[in-house]
């Protein structure tokens, strides 16, 4: 897989362990930044910005974060020229019809439910890896 980065936007530390082995089980090699709430991750992506060629491959967004939520981070990624094609791939425990209406309405470009059950999280995993960062052509990042 190539090496571009990954930017894992959750707050929980269990969550975090088990989503850097699973990508481990996979042998996905990408690096994995991670940002513990919204307003971080955002002050990282904008920051980011200078350098667009620095931007994650994808983002895997959790919904219930600190400061800022996803649905938040989602919007404000969208509403900026130079991130709003940038693929975000909410990563959520989350099955509330509701919270899945919110992602997509605001741009997620997918919506996993992180299983419960560690293989078949690192079954979604491999096909998260499969599909964002080997099969998906990336959208070309814009300057603003």
Do not use: C
């Not at 930044?33 to 350098?51: K, R």
């Not at 649905?71 to 909410?90: F, G, N, Q, Y």
């Not at 099955?95 to 605001?106: I, P, Q, R, S």
């Not at 470009?109 to 560690?118: C, E, G, M, T």
Request: no cysteine.
């Amino acid at each position: 897989m190539n090496s571009k980065e990954v930017l894992l936007i959750e707050d929980n530390q269990s969550d975090i362990e088990l989503t850097k082995r699973a990508f481990k089980k996979n042998h996905i090699l990408n690096k994995i930044v991670v940002m513990e709430d919204g307003q971080e991750a955002l002050d990282y992506l904008f920051n980011t910005l200078n350098s667009p060629d620095q931007l994650p491959v994808v983002t895997l967004l959790d919904l219930k974060l600190p400061r800022i939520d996803g649905i938040e981070v989602l919007r404000r990624i969208r509403s900026d020229a130079r991130t709003k094609h940038m693929p975000v791939v909410m990563l959520t425990s989350s099955k509330e019809e509701v919270d899945v209406a919110a992602a997509y309405d605001n741009g997620a470009n997918s919506y996993i439910r992180k299983p419960v059950d560690f293989e078949q999280f690192v079954e979604s995993i491999h096909t998260l890896g499969i599909y964002w960062l080997s099969l998906n052509e990336p959208p070309p990042m814009r300057r603003q």
